[in-house]
Nanobody, 122 residues
Framework: QVQLVESGGGLVQAGDALRLSCAAS??????MAWFRQAPGKEREFVSG????????FYKDSVRGRFAVSRDNARNTLYLQMNYLLPEDTAVYYC?????????????????WGQGTQVTVSS
């Protein structure tokens, strides 16, 4: 059974940094991504990586502040979040797709983690 386990969330101040991790129990994925859901809003795509060649893709509002990466040997996905803003406050979810090399649509993802809370105070 595939499991994705996120870690690294927390409460920080605006301008601070956090690094999220997502450890996969196995790896048969074509891409992995981070989504987030703020209170009262729909879940949205944040960033992702194509697993075979490491190509990365980002939501416009985080490009330049966030950096996604993967560790093949550890089956782990990371999200380095710098210069955090209050509007980055959300539950962050890790997701994996066994079908798509690149997709921003959540219904294309087969596996999901439980989520980790990120709260940025102003």
């Amino acid at each position: 059974q595939v499991q994705l386990v996120e870690s690294g969330g927390g409460l920080v101040q605006a301008g601070d940094a956090l690094r999220l991790s997502c450890a996969a129990s196995v790896h048969t994925f074509k891409c992995m991504a981070w989504f987030r859901q703020a209170p009262g809003k729909e879940r949205e795509f944040v960033s992702g990586v194509r697993w075979d060649d490491g190509s990365t893709f980002y939501k416009d509002s985080v490009r330049g502040r966030f950096a996604v990466s993967r560790d093949n040997a550890r089956n782990t996905l990371y999200l380095q979040m710098n210069y955090l803003l209050p509007e980055d406050t959300a539950v962050y979810y890790c997701a994996a797709s066994a079908t798509y090399y690149y997709t921003q649509f959540e219904w294309h993802y087969d596996y999901w983690g439980q989520g980790t809370q990120v709260t940025v105070s102003s």
